[in-house]
């Protein structure tokens, strides 16, 4: 389900924040592009299968592991939601199911419908909204590949300059989702029903639109379908140093987050559906949701497919990113939706995870063995001075056994003498191990400011490290994609 969110409007038109940033809707409409290329990289390493996307991409690019991570994380959180949708029935006696539609603001080169028909659960119309730009794009693409032409029928009609695609079940059309009024008249032209259970998805697309059209879009979704779920996936948290950098990334690129400080916590987005007629709302951070909704095998099996060692950015970046849900339920058919906590439960229940399971002890660790992390001494790391003092307790882990012992003595291997297969001078320590230490003074003191902050961290003023610069592709247009 790869996702690239338009934001409606004029291509060549910018709109001001009146906060200083500004967001432009051609440079909006451009981070399409990157984020087919993050799904492609995701792809290619086995997060996920489409047989698709690479016929979105022109230039296939390899994203960081922390890139394929975070966008595998969005699109497993989408997917399973989404399924959880298709999969709901009315209450009735009547055995036939419940048709469904999917309304998609801002789908860019989202594969998603292909998707869903390969696994023969498709609903009865997918409808797709972006700027007429992508979607004449998204048309031609659709008309010169007969694979996927074919998916959607011989009925139906393909208009390159009008950026339309019409069949039965499948209706891409565009559309500036700021104008209630053009939103109506895609209703009409779509032939969505209102009576029917609709799943409306979002991701990283009301948060470039001014507060006041958020509004509006939100309750304009609420008013039309009694029997709905609101999938939203954005940006939270601006105002610490993490959520200032990735606002500046965006800004230059001329992608400002214009409704970013109207909703800044997982708090608020949940407020943001239950003041605009939801009439329930839940909004976890990307974390929580990587933990405690993914299927812990799931987890496990991605986890293994690349060489990650960057884990205090990997929690900095996915606290700054959620998903929130919104429920209209008039036919009663969603009481057993969202983030169940069976989930968590199961989850808990399992093996302790390598990465995720930890146990907050009330004093350093103490041993020596190789298994194990000693706590550095008080206002060091890794033997060199501070520039600030390093807050104690620090956290340790609890298991020393199966993956902890491997994975925790190839750290510290890492980090003392150097990756296996290098040698001579360039035999040299590996610096991502050092947050590894790190991260559980940030799971005692929940402060950034007052961990020392390792080479290439946020924070730390020396360099910037690789990630950073490809950061945007998780937190634009690309989803589930995310």
Known sequence: MDRSRGRGGDPDSSHSSGGGGSSNTAAVQATNDDAAASKLSCVKKGYMKDEYVQLFVRRPVRRAPIINRGYYARWAALRKLLLQFLKSERKTNDKNQTEKQILSLGAGFDTTYFQLLDEGIAPYLYVELDFKEVTSKKAAIIDHYGQL??????????????????????????????????????????QLDPSLPTFIIAECVLIYLDPDSTCAIVRWASKTFPTAVFFLYEQIHPDDAFGEQMIKNLESR????????????????????????????????????????IDIQERRRIERLELFDEFEEWYMMQEHYCVAFAVNDAEDMFQGFGFSNNQH????????????????????????????????????????AS????????????ESKGPYRRLVSTLTRWHSTGRRGSSGPSRRRVPGCRPWIKVFQEATSRTLGDVPHAEGVPGDRRRTPRWWSESHTIGVRGGENS
């Open 149 to 190: 032409r074919d998916k959607i029928g011989p009925e139906a009609s393909i208009s390159i300059e009008r950026g339309e695609v019409l069949g039965n079940h499948y209706k891409l059309l565009p559309a500036d989702i700021r104008n209630i009024q053009s939103l109506d008249d895609v209703m009409h032209r779509a």
């Open 387 to 398: 520039r600030r003092t390093t807050p104690g307790p620090l956290s340790t882990l609890v």
């Open 345 to 384: 439960n199961d989850n808990q229940s399992q093996e302790p995870h390598p990465e995720t399971v930890y146990k907050l002890n009330k004093s350093a660790c103490p041993t020596k063995e190789p298994d194990k992390i000693a706590a550095p001494k008080q206002g060091a790391v890794d033997g060199k």
């Open 254 to 293: 001329g992608c400002a987050l214009l409704g970013i400080h109207a909703t800044p916590t997982v708090q608020s987005k949940e407020k943001l559906f239950t003041d605009h007629g939801w009439k329930r709302a839940v909004a976890w951070d990307m974390l929580r949701i990587y933990n405690e909704f």
